[in-house]
């Protein structure tokens, strides 16, 4: 995906505007600055993790037909109520 938008010559997705010259802290610099790589790291480990029946956010075992753990199930249960109120 990647190779196709370098094709396209402007080396990042529609919409990817870099951030403004002044940062708040070094953090968000390197956040800004590599933002396209720990995207695509991201988004391999995902897949990886999935593929190997391990949990997305620990290295604990998943659960079955799920991407997380029973803990990390859990907890994103609650966020989700929250986020979403029925
Ligand atoms: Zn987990």
């Not at 590599?34 to 998943?62: D, M």
């Amino acid at each position: 995906m990647v190779e196709k938008l370098k094709k396209r010559g402007r080396g990042r997705p529609v919409g990817f505007v870099k951030h403004p010259v002044e940062y708040e802290d070094r953090f968000e610099k390197f956040y800004y600055e590599n933002r396209e790589r720990l995207s695509v790291e991201r988004k391999n480990r995902y897949k990886q993790q999935k593929a190997a029946g391990l949990c997305i956010r620990c290295k604990n075992k998943s659960v079955e037909g799920r991407v997380f753990c029973w803990t990390h199930m859990l907890e994103s249960r609650t966020t989700q109520k929250k986020r979403r109120p029925p």
